[in-house]
């Protein structure tokens, strides 16, 4: 897709229907064109301190955990049965994987049939947020046993980053 773009943040970032990114100072944002056909999204941010991005870190994951009701509310102002399941489906020592599958309502995400993966890792001040959606008509090509190793994929490219910087 496109390169990286980086911008200094001053306002909150909305990651999806249930989650935001509040307090950074710098946002990367980087489009992929994932191995399923469809994009993905890698957000990744820079914090002032490592207390700074724990505390977005455990706030996206308060959000992410209470994100099924988030997204059946969603649902239901759109007139849409309230399907939208959430689960945690990996976690590392610094990061964790949550499989969101819904009947989409327009907005943030495409609408239909779908399970968005998305993968929260922090390290020190850096925060990366990985997302991609999985379209139910083109049927389930990803298993949520491969997100533990994506976490810690995502996380050595976070150690990398940081220390060539």
């Known amino acids: 897709m496109a390169p990286p773009h980086t911008q ?27 191995g399923f056909k469809t994009p993905a999204i890698q957000d990744s941010f820079t914090f002032a301190d490592p207390a700074a991005a724990q505390q977005t870190y455990q706030s996206l994951l308060s959000a992410m955990k209470t994100c099924q009701d988030t997204s059946r509310t969603l649902q239901g102002n759109a007139h849409l049965s309230p399907d939208a399941e959430v689960a945690q489906t990996g976690t590392t020592a610094d990061g964790a994987a949550f499989a969101r599958r819904w009947t989409a309502v327009a907005g943030m995400s495409a609408p239909g049939p779908q399970t968005n993966h998305v993968y929260l890792v922090q390290r020190g001040n850096l925060l990366t947020v990985l997302q991609f959606p999985e379209f139910s008509d083109k049927g389930a090509t990803y298993a949520p046993t491969d997100d533990r190793p994506a976490l810690t994929a995502l996380a050595d490219r976070l150690t990398s980053a940081s220390t060539t910087k």
């Open 8 to 34: 200094p943040v001053t306002h909150d970032v909305g990651l999806n229907e249930c989650a935001s990114v509040r307090g950074a100072l710098t946002w990367q944002q980087q489009g992929y064109v994932s």
